[in-house]
């Protein structure tokens, strides 16, 4: 596979631009949908998630995180938790925010590693768990570094190479 323009030998995945994120994937319609719905549920709830959980330093919010990933919820065998399991969920909210600070792309993995701690999985681009659908097609040297939200049902991942983010995404179940 060769390079696309960006360099980052992604070619071959779609992008579109979501707000003012630029964003790459193979189920672009879904992921809008599921942005829309978001920020219709926003709208209806009065504030939006993310403008709550702006206040705050990076390193404070990874700290905040590492708090909310302790805490198991429905999908971590305990009981159901409005703060670990919604959508809008505090979890979800710091999760967010820790994306748009750090899914940018030349970001240093350390300081993802700093801010967030070690990832629930650590997947190699072309092993048996790296799905296309889900990172993209494979390409050398791509890591992706898996942070839980909600199990293995909806996950927020930060793609690395040459210890830089490339990019980060969402996978969720859509259900």
């Known amino acids: 596979m060769t390079p696309d323009a960006s360099g980052d030998g992604l070619s071959g ?18 992921t809008r949908r599921a942005h829309l719905r978001g ?3 926003a709208a209806v709830l009065g504030s939006s998630s993310v403008a709550r959980a702006q206040p705050g330093s990076t390193e404070s919010l990874g700290a905040e995180l590492g708090r909310l990933r302790r805490t198991p919820g ?3 065998g305990g009981t159901w938790s409005d703060e670990i399991d919604a959508f809008g969920g505090r979890k979800h909210e710091v999760m967010e925010i820790l994306a748009s600070r750090l899914g940018v792309p030349g970001t240093p993995s350390a300081r993802l590693l700093a801010i967030m701690g070690p990832p629930d999985e650590r997947v190699r ?6 799905a296309d659908s889900v990172y993209g097609p494979a390409a050398a040297g791509l890591e ?4 839980h939200w909600r199990g293995r049902h909806d996950f927020l991942y930060f ?3 040459r210890r830089r983010v490339v990019r980060s995404g969402w996978w969720m179940a859509h259900e």
């Open 13 to 30: 995945a779609h992008e579109w631009v979501l707000g003012r994120e630029r964003r790459r994937g193979v189920f672009p319609a879904m």
């Open 39 to 41: 920020l219709l549920l």
């Open 74 to 76: 429905h999908f971590g």
């Open 125 to 130: 681009s072309g092993t048996e768990l790296w």
């Open 144 to 147: 992706a570094l898996v942070y």
């Open 159 to 161: 793609l690395v190479r």
